[in-house]
DNA sequence: GTGAAAGCGCTAACAA
DNA sequence: TTGTTAGCGCTTTCAC
């Protein structure tokens, strides 16, 4: 059918496993390897993948399986795994749940099948302690992209969501904001958790009152409604939404209840997406390094597959506080207020 | 080394060949059926595909090949395709061309080396003569994602932007605008380019002046930018904008030069992206039907590759005109303006 | 360094 | 229907 070693062997005059060496690079004396090279440019041959994943029980493939191809973030992630993975002469395939009928666990098969030869698992929603469990236990080359539920024996990459949202507690308070309201996101997201618990260590370190907490979905509408809600309080200097969407909704809130922003009212956000420099005012938020987390994850898999190392690692990758418009110093009014009550106490 | 159909022959004293048949649906005696049924499960048997892909010459892979990944709206695109092909037993994998070093059109050898049955090549980019040339040429299912420049020998989805564009104009003429502005997005892009087209040709059909257009890129700053020219000539009513994030801009130019959006002035954009219905005003758009874009592609796709069927087919998926707060009937005394010169000519 | 030979796990004639 | 046999194209001992 198609041009094989063997026919680059015959053309060339040595032998099949000649061929083979010369193609993986171990020592051929120079007058076979020129030999070898001209047949392989005559003939316009090719290798064939499949024959050489059979014998070398290698698929050179790493299988990325995301919970939910279509969000927005994802798509630099697996844009950070090809990156890398392209460089280190292997592939990735994609596997979505979603469009696998079998069981959840079905990965497995995956190396047992020969599909792929290491796999990145990236979730933002809490993986079950019985998946955590399979993926501990298996002798498989396995990263997880998200929380790892503190399973030591399960290597990881996830963003630190804690420190990020810290980061604004602490500026927050040095622009002398002390009544903070934190919009929290869904629980089954795991970096939401994360990042409500930064709220919460974030105002403790400073002994504020971390109950001004309100819990939403997602999206404008969320952020609008509880932001709404919380202006009701003028008490209220600063709000911590848990990602941008919801951002947008509290400045839409902020807008319509006449307060400005961020003379009246700071409204800082999560995540940095495309939009979040160009709303007006432009957000103040935390960029989360999604394409790192992809290469990182990818480095990581691609250093167990190779090296088999049994060392298990969670990282925890860095965010970036990005300062713009739509926060500031507090109100002078309600500093007074503020200190008033602090000299009360 | 691993469990192979030989020892689920011996262990269900039938043969290789029988086990083969009744993996592969061949028709099987019910006793050897069961007895070999059984065997799988007591020897947890997994087959090896990388042996079938070897021997059908078959990889049940289609790649994907995608000229920026971590653009938003790719991740839209790959989940249909992925839905697709999950459904008809293929995978997907992915190849970009930033990390591959090679020469451009070294998409054939992905072909030649056996990793893939079928090529998806998404790209909203125009792609050059010569590599048009090439997949025309190449005897191997492709599915060009965009633009095919007219060649009746590519099999090719894409959106009908040009249609898009004049229901836009449609809706306005209709909503008694007369002068549109239009901010054209970057030529290199091909559906920027037929977008143009729907204006002009939309205009010209009222018999409209089309020449109202600007050059711009397709970022926020790029719409603001020229939006603040455009409003320069209060005889304006209506701009239509080639993209959301330009008409975020032209949103935020309009605030700025204390225009009110709709009654002053209508924005129309193009994508309906995440926060287009949250905007303040709302976007009128045209929403994109990206995931159908990679549903309709695999599904040619593997069409071809199933029945090696050569019918070529230029498929033009339409898109949907929303109607939403940023948008509305043409300012009173602008009409009387326009009756006026009409009356004048 | 090189060639001969064995075999990776599977499918697909072919004959029974 | 089934088993036997011959490969698919490659890597990898092993002896030279």
Request: aromatic share 6%; with cysteine.
């Amino acid at each position: 059918m198609s041009v094989t070693i063997i026919d680059i062997a015959k053309d060339s005059n040595t032998s099949k496993s000649t061929v083979s060496r010369y193609l993986n690079g171990s020592k051929v004396k120079p007058v076979a390897a020129k030999a070898i090279e001209a047949s392989i440019k005559k003939l316009d041959y090719h290798q064939n993948v499949n024959a050489k994943r059979l014998v070398t029980q290698k698929s050179h493939t790493i299988g990325v399986i995301l919970d939910d191809i279509s969000n927005v973030y994802f798509s630099e992630i697996l844009s950070g795994i090809q990156s890398v993975a392209g460089n280190q002469g292997y592939v990735s395939t994609f596997y979505s749940r979603a469009s696998d009928h079998k069981r959840e666990t079905d990965f497995l098969s995956l190396f047992r099948e020969g599909h792929i030869d290491g796999l990145i698992l990236g979730t933002f929603q809490k993986r079950t302690p019985q998946e955590l469990e399979i993926i501990a236990k298996s002798e498989f080359p396995i990263v997880l992209i998200g929380d790892n539920c503190g399973s030591n024996r399960i290597n990881s990459v996830d963003v630190d969501n804690k420190q990020g949202t810290m980061d604004e507690v602490e500026y927050l308070y040095n622009h002398g904001h002390r009544k903070i309201a934190y919009l929290r996101g869904p629980l089954k997201i795991s970096g939401a958790e994360f990042r409500a618990q930064g709220f919460i260590e974030g105002m403790h370190k400073h002994g504020l009152d971390s109950s001004l907490i309100l819990d939403i979905e997602w999206t404008v509408d969320g952020g609008h409604n509880a932001a709404l809600q919380i202006l009701q309080d003028a008490s209220v200097t600063a709000i911590i939404c848990s990602n941008d969407y919801c951002a947008y909704g509290a400045l839409n809130a902020c807008r319509q209840s006449g307060l400005r922003v961020p003379e009246d009212i700071s409204i800082v956000a999560f995540d940095d997406g495309p939009l979040a420099k160009f709303s007006i005012p432009a957000l103040t938020t935390v960029k989360q390094p999604f394409k790192q987390l992809g290469e990182t994850a990818a480095r990581q898999l691609i250093g167990m597959i190779q090296e088999e190392s049994p060392v298990k690692a969670s990282i925890l990758l860095q965010s970036q506080f990005i300062v713009r418009a739509s926060s500031g110093a507090a109100p002078a009014q309600t500093n007074l207020e503020n200190k008033g009550e602090t000299y009360g106490s």
